[in-house]
């Protein structure tokens, strides 16, 4: 999972190294790391129950750990809401952003009951699989292949 913020990290490090001629090198490595740590942090905290609200103003432009959690909510007024990951910019742009005034209480889930089916990494690698292909199978006018 570390592979692409490393490479990452590594291409903007060179590329500013190689303009700067070696100036911005030691800042720019620490700099990157910092940041990276923050996002990575910041991006755990998403799937928590811990409620972390950025505030009316820069909720606008970052979905912070709260917006997150409304993502996931199964209340109907939450559904299709904050469906971006790091920034708010596309859910403003179309409509879906909600920005809580307050700690919000609600359920979290997929609404339909089926969330224990997911659960485990089995659950979560594996069960959408399963479901695509009887889906597909039952599409096709085949018996669903259910176990």
Excluded: C
């Amino acid at each position: 999972m570390a592979t692409f913020p490393a490479a990452a990290t590594g291409v903007v490090n060179g590329v500013f190294n190689y303009w700067s001629d070696g100036t911005a090198g030691l800042f720019l490595f620490f700099g990157l790391h910092g940041f990276i740590f923050i996002y990575n942090l910041v991006g755990n905290l998403r799937h928590t129950h811990v409620w972390l609200s950025y505030g009316p103003i820069f909720s606008q432009i970052f979905i912070s750990p709260a917006q997150h959690q409304i993502h996931h909510s199964i209340e109907q007024r939450h559904w299709g809401r904050n469906m971006g990951f790091a920034l708010a910019l596309w859910d403003r742009l179309f409509g879906t952003l909600y920005v809580p005034r307050e700690h919000e209480q609600f359920a979290i889930g997929l609404g339909d009951g089926t969330e224990a089916r997911y659960h485990g990494v089995k659950g979560m690698y594996w069960q959408p699989v399963r479901d695509l292909f009887r889906r597909d199978r039952s599409s096709h006018g085949l018996p669903r292949q259910d176990g």
